[in-house]
């Protein structure tokens, strides 16, 4: 069945992509055509299936990367959440406070999974800042 939905209807970009925006009005048609794009074809869409197989199974790698999460949580870090993440609610957003304490953390209320396409003038704003922030920043050996 999921070979069938990513690889006849083009599931991911056409149908996943869309539920993922806190404000589905934000995607245009013009956006979206761009990400239906790459994948025209059904010869063009086995990558899309690949993926979403590979990430439910990825289950235990992931954990594993999880349990070494202590190794980041002195590095400088900045974190923008879409707070109408369906898959990636508020819930995880606290995980990762826990496990990043020192990082700058910007909760973007309407947006969804796609902050940068949903916010892009506060994804730039609060990325520049974070970068100008960073010891070095700026300096020719950075």
């Known amino acids: 069945m999921g070979r069938f939905l990513h690889t006849r209807l083009n599931f991911s970009p056409r ?7 806190g404000d589905r009005r934000k995607l245009s048609r013009e956006v979206h055509r761009h990400y239906l794009m790459p994948f025209a074809s059904r010869a063009d869409r086995p990558g899309t299936w690949i993926l979403a197989r590979e990430l439910l199974a990825s289950s235990e790698w992931y954990d594993g990367l999880w349990h070494q999460r202590d190794r980041l949580a002195i590095k400088p ?13 508020p819930d995880y957003l606290e995980r990762w406070r826990a496990a990043l304490p020192r990082a700058r953390v910007v909760e973007i209320p309407e947006a969804g999974h796609f902050v940068q396409e949903e916010a892009p ?22």
């Open 15 to 21: 149908i996943v992509l869309p539920a993922a925006y």
């Open 121 to 142: 003038e506060t994804s730039i704003r609060e990325i520049r800042s974070f970068i100008s922030s960073l010891p070095h920043a700026g300096s020719e050996s950075a």
């Open 77 to 89: 870090a900045l974190i923008l959440w879409g707070m109408k993440d369906p898959a990636f609610g």
